[in-house]
């Protein structure tokens, strides 16, 4: 008999659709009704835990999940700010989209980065870039409202995630600068060793 496989997926949230239908695409037949957190294929081997999309990439590092479904985004700041996080992308999925960019107030005369606050989700990226860049700035980690620090006086600009683009111009923000684009990624440990 086929090896157990198990793959991680995002709960709810907005990578869950379409985890969910690319697994059922893909032959797999599940369930993943209410709270369950984990759901057993009927027609193959194969375990779905549904988990925070945060989770993901350590479940997969540590090889209690065989593959995983989660941002670029999640995947670069979790590998920058910890080096255990040994996941693997091996293919993009084209779903879900978006880029983490640099965005300041429409009214700010802010032209680089230099002695700047920054909020962001992303810390260990913003560092990255600033120390390749040669940039001294400050960086500050927040975890949701992002788009409100400016306003709040804590941050002159902030680097959030970015899709239509619609909460920047909502909250009177401008892009000026894009760190990375990011997509769903299937991910597999370093090793692999039952697939
Ligand atoms: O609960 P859990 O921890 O699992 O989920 P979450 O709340 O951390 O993540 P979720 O479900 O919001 O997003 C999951 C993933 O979707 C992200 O890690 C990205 O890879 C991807 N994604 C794609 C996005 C966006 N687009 C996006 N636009 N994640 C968040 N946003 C947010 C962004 O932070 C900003 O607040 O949407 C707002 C901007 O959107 P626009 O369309 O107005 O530009
Ligand atoms: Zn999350």
Request: charged share 20%.
């Amino acid at each position: 008999m086929q090896s157990k496989i198990t793959i991680a997926i995002q709960r709810k949230g907005r990578l869950y659709e379409n985890s969910k239908n690319l697994l059922i695409k893909s032959g797999i037949n599940f369930s993943a009704n209410g709270e369950r957190l984990l759901a057993r294929s009927s027609n193959m081997n194969i375990d779905i835990l549904l988990v925070r999309d945060d989770d993901i990439p350590s479940l997969v590092s540590k090889g209690v999940a065989d593959l995983g479904i989660v941002g670029q985004n999640v995947l670069a700041e979790q590998a920058a700010a910890n080096n255990k996080i040994t996941a693997k992308p091996l293919l993009k999925l084209g779903f879900s989209k978006c880029k983490l960019a640099f965005a300041k107030p429409l009214n700010s005369k802010l032209r680089s980065l230099k002695n700047k606050n920054i909020a962001t989700s992303y810390p260990a990226l913003v560092k990255k870039y600033l120390i390749k860049n040669s940039i001294t700035a400050e960086v500050i980690k927040i975890n949701g409202s992002v788009e409100l620090t400016p306003y709040i006086g804590i941050a002159d600009c902030i680097c959030d995630l970015v899709s239509s683009g619609a909460t920047l111009e909502a909250n009177n923000l401008v892009e000026f600068k894009s760190l990375m684009d990011s997509e769903a990624v299937l991910i597999s440990p370093v090793t692999l060793n039952k697939i």
